[in-house]
């Protein structure tokens, strides 16, 4: 497994790219620690693909260099790279037994065949396959041909990483959750350089030790999954993640508070202090619908709002709340009571978040 | 409209993929069909459409036989999963096109067309093909077309599915108000819990071709039928822990013992299958009257705003619940909390017995 380090890398599939809007993938130094497990993820477009064939080596880069363990690879091939892949689609022998599936990237490259044995017992006890081992690939469900493509992914421990890219696309929702348990079980056990490019958040979150949200290009913010719910560092990360995502509203900055159409919101004292002196740009004030607290006016702190709906999610329960003329969402228990007529919304300073012109200043 | 399904059912060679059913839905009322792949909505929709024959039964449109007649004779939308549309009209005559087979004039057209387009937030597309949209805008488009043709039933089948999560939870909560005019009678197939409970109106449950509930969402959800019911109603699945009723205590299967509340008191002593919605067990001791059960971690699923902790308990699986996103490693200890105020009681064949009391939601868009 390896040390995975960008530096100064980018690429644009224009001759001459000018402008930040010319890059598919924007100019990005960063070092991605061996035996962890990564996620890219956002929408459509945002880069994530570019990035994942820069870093199995199907796409050479137009700018900046990719290292292996300090090594330049920048330009080398996905088998001189010494990478596994898995792919949205099983990508398997129909007419050779799973045990030979699983068998076939190890005795390929000459192992011996009692480690072929062994480490093929290994991967389809983790992956539950082991039933199944003698059985012919064709004759199995959707679902246990991609675990026999993970299987195939997983099975040589001398790769320097292993990539997935939207591996569960095919599996039933109902048996997602199995899978992404393995996934993670197997990551924890044999410390695996993994890294995972999806466009759904449960997927990411639930994998990986890291997550890297992609927007437009850019490495929006490179966190773990509590970082990136508790601290957005841009507001497209505060919308992505999380069902509903952040409330956002445009404000205005006191001394020591936000004005959203003139009413005082107070602000953590670090974004007092890393906003002073700054003048210009797009001030927004940012909080996620789970800190938002509901309550009846006349509480100290309080805004008086109009409750507008409230909707029973089955888990929690969701009221939409209007501000003058900001709808926010705020998320309550099951058992919490709305109050119909006086009630009023606290922000805590301590989740209160204040961006300019999309960025996190405090 | 109002569709009447009396005894239908279908079978294809010898393989029964819907069960004889009946259901009535009323003029102008939402209806989700919740079940999971392969439970029969689909099979169902195409019924009720004239896209396929029953195999037995009879389906009624405001009273009027219509089991024999073709969806072209019938006062019927639909939207597909994938999104079809023309590829060669544009998306002002893709959704003009129903309006011009009904032979309206062109002032009329227009006026509906704009109407709808603007509806679904794609009038700056009227002139785009299909092709040049997001796979949102394409499906906004055929949503339009269905809507426009002012059909008396108008079937959606999971018309979200293939749209990213993002747009799905945007395209969801709008869904909700232009379905609110209450002139169509709606059908609304998905197999999502989540999506049944925010569209709300009325839920039909299907299982494995069998209907298994049909009644307002916010009931069904709350005081399910059957065991299998809540199932299929709950996401993450329903903890079921087998257990034994005496006339103080429910006592599980692994050792943990719960007070009666007073929803579950004063019922008849003996074996019986308790079930917990992975919200009523929370890592956090929320009040004393809460009862621990602890386990080791099997995974941290993570959504976004909550997270579900699954822990090896025993011999079986639990589901808890906790508010906000937080990672356990895989195999450490945890204490989780069970609610006994708010757990189901189902007879050892499935059958509800006592359901958690539950005020209906009053406040739903109050204003």
Known sequence: MATIQFDNLGHSYHPHPSKPEDYALRRLSQEWEDGKAYALLGPSGCGKSTLLNIISGLLVPSEGRVLFDGLDVTRCTPEERNIAQVFQFPVIYDTMTVYENLAFPLRNRKVPAADVDRRVRQVAEALDLTADLKKRAQRLTPDAKQKISMGRGLVRSDVAAILFDEPLTVIDPHTKWILRRK???????YRLTMIYVTHDQVEALTFADKVAVM???????????????????????????????????????????????????PLPDRAVSSAGGRVGGKFELGIRPEFLELTRSGTAGAIPVQVTGVDDLGTSKLATVRLNNHTLKVRLSEEQEIPALDAAIRFPTRWTKLYRDSHLIG | MTLTLEGVAKRVGAEQHLHPLSLELQPGSFNVLLGRTLAGKTTLMRLMAGLDAPSAGRVLENGKDVTGTSVRHRDVAMVYQQFINYPAMTVFENIASPLRRQGKDKGEIDAKVRRTAAMLRITPYLDRLPAELSGGQQQRCAIARALVKGAGLLLLDEPLVNLDYKLREELRAELREIFADGKTTVVYATTEPQEALILGG???????????????????????ASLECAQVFSDPPMNVVDAILTNDRVALSDGT?????????????????VGIRANHLTVLRRSERLVPVKGKVALSEISGSETFVHLRHGDTTLIAREEGVHSHPIGSDIQVY????????????????AAPNWRRGALRNIA
């Open chain 1, 183 to 189: 996934l993670r079980q197997i990551h924890e056990e």
């Open chain 1, 215 to 265: 927007y437009e290009g850019a490495m929006v913010q490179l966190g773990t999954p509590q970082e990136l719910f508790e601290n957005p560092e841009h507001t497209f990360v505060g919308y992505f993640i999380g069902s509903p995502g952040i409330n956002l509203m445009p404000c205005t900055l006191g001394n020591d508070h936000a004005l959203v159409d003139g009413i005082a919101i």
């Open chain 2, 202 to 224: 009325n839920v039909t449950v299907l299982h494995e071709g069998r209907m298994l509930q049909a009644g307002a969402t916010g009931d069904v959800f709350h005081t399910p």
């Open chain 2, 257 to 273: 013992s719960l007070p009666l509340s007073a929803h579950d008191r004063n019922l008849p002593a003996g074996p019986c299958k």
């Open chain 2, 338 to 353: 069970a609610d006994p105020d708010r757990i189901f009681v189902f007879s050892s064949v499935g059958k509800l017995v």
